[in-house]
């Protein structure tokens, strides 16, 4: 069987008898394991975090989908909890959690992502402390554990203004280690941190007026991530696998907005035709155009003269991913006629349509004072015909419609007159007759002394 393990009160630490190994990934025991953690970590989170530590300092061959499952428990409780913690629950827990993420040399995602998440919630707050740890597992000329990279990806990524004052440093340490990375994971991971320190450094910069240091420029990282840039494009860009592609042009995108500009405006007519290349290599373009918009974006923030040449590829190869993009959704949802050639080929039919308007535009635009001028000026001289005419007409239609109003006004008074004092009259005094002898019979039956007092 496996060692036991801990089932927590406030004030104890107690263990269960014994777990088979059988039952080390069984979802019902972990999910039991989880919940006592959580539980204990609700009532007392600093000391959910302390028996943690202990428990795996005192059980060192425990296996690691258990210690996973450990810390990331005490990942969720640091992230419900954290304005709870004191410093030295903190430290405590970024040391054990920077150990239990380096002790195994190779990659084990789930158990070194778990400690890795215990270290990026604790910097959110106690940001110091966990650089303190994590920067001894980060020496210079020793290509540094992978998720010490991701680590600080992340804690870039949590806490802007706490992590940008140190990516100077970082930078400048990880920059020659660039050069000795040879497996393709190692690579993927320094482009992901390369990217998660751009985009930090970028929104930084953006509300510079809240950081905590405003003095930080956008040129204290322009050497480091220009030689970082170059290096990627060049050597690690045409990578045959596809994985490693993707993570560089990740990287690139917010990066070119932080490198110098002479150097982006140099590279520029390079950049561009390599990564519109990927397109053809690459079946989902997202991230393609992804970096591809945030380069364009870049290059037009410095006013590149670069662009212009570039113009007629860009034009062809974009507005073939848009033809493309209706094509894509119809095979998703299994429409057979899209392979027979339903959507048409526009590709080459845009850049010279283009071309040709724009000309067309510019001539008709030339003309069109002109022409709106002559057509302005007949509407006026029909309009002011009509109005002439309208009043010439309008008193004699006036005078007409007032004679045949009177005549009609006079018809219909005598119309009137008539059947009020002859039929109306007529008829009211009949009916009035015929009540007053029906009412007056019928009183004389009801009351016939009344009749006899008068």
Not at 304 to 309: D, G, H, I
């Given at each position: 069987s496996s060692a036991p393990f801990p089932v927590f009160s406030r004030n104890s630490l107690s263990v269960f008898p014994g777990i088979p190994s059988s039952t080390d990934k069984d979802p019902e025991v972990q999910e039991q394991i989880r919940n006592s953690l959580s539980s204990l970590g609700n009532a007392d989170p600093e000391e959910m975090l302390e028996c943690c530590g202990e428990y795996l300092r005192q059980h060192e061959k425990l296996p690691f989908p258990f210690r996973?499952?450990?810390?990331?428990?005490?990942g969720s409780v640091i992230r419900s909890h954290l304005q709870d913690l004191g410093k030295g629950s903190a430290a405590a827990a970024a040391a054990l959690a920077a150990r239990e993420m380096t002790r195994a040399k190779e990659e084990i995602w789930e158990w070194q992502e778990a400690a890795s998440q215990v270290?990026?919630?604790?910097?959110?707050k106690f940001l110091?402390?966990?650089?303190?740890?994590?920067?001894?597992?980060?020496?210079?000329g020793i290509l540094p554990h992978p998720a010490v990279l991701r680590t600080f990806g992340n804690l870039?990524?949590?806490?802007?203004?706490?992590?940008?004052?140190?990516?100077?440093?970082?930078l400048g340490t990880l920059l020659p280690m660039l050069g000795m990375a040879r497996a393709d994971s190692m690579k993927c991971t320094l482009c992901f941190a390369l990217q998660r320190f751009s985009e930090s450094i970028l929104e930084y910069l953006a509300a510079r007026d809240q950081a905590p240091d405003p003095t930080i420029r956008r040129d204290a990282f322009a050497q480091e991530l220009g030689a970082a840039f170059e290096l990627l494009f060049h050597a690690w860009l045409p990578h045959r696998d596809a994985k490693v592609r993707l993570a560089v042009l990740e990287a690139l995108g917010p990066m070119s907005s932080l490198i110098p500009e002479e150097k982006l405006e140099e590279q520029l007519p390079k950049i561009l035709p390599g990564i519109l290349g990927l397109y053809k290599k690459h079946p989902e373009p997202f991230p393609i155009s992804k970096s591809l918009c945030q380069i364009l974006e870049s290059s037009v923030g410095i006013g590149?003269?670069?662009?212009?040449?570039q113009l007629d590829s860009l034009l062809g190869t974009l507005l073939a991913q848009v033809r493309e993009f209706p094509g894509i959704l119809l095979q998703s949802q299994d429409f057979s006629w899209n392979s027979a050639g339903f959507i048409p080929d526009f590709s080459g039919i845009?850049?010279?349509f283009f071309q040709n308007f724009s000309q067309i535009f510019f001539k008709f635009f030339w003309d069109f004072p002109w022409i709106f001028s002559r057509f302005f000026g007949d509407v006026s001289q029909i309009?002011?015909?009509?109005?002439?005419?309208?009043l010439g007409i309008f008193p004699r239609f006036f005078q007409n419609f007032f004679q045949i109003f009177t005549g009609f006004l006079g018809d219909f008074s005598w119309i009137f007159l008539g059947f009020f004092f002859k039929d109306f009259l007529r008829i009211f005094l009949g009916f009035f007759w015929d009540f007053s002898e029906i009412f007056l019979r019928t009183f004389s039956e009801f009351f016939p002394d009344f009749f006899r007092i008068f």
């Open positions: 996973a499952l450990i810390l990331f428990s005490m270290l990026v919630e604790l910097g959110k110091n402390k966990v650089m303190e740890e994590v920067l001894g597992k980060f020496q210079p870039a990524a949590a806490n802007v203004f706490g992590m940008v004052p140190f990516l100077n440093s970082i590149s003269r670069s662009l212009e040449a845009f850049p010279g309009f002011l015909g009509f109005f002439w005419d309208f």
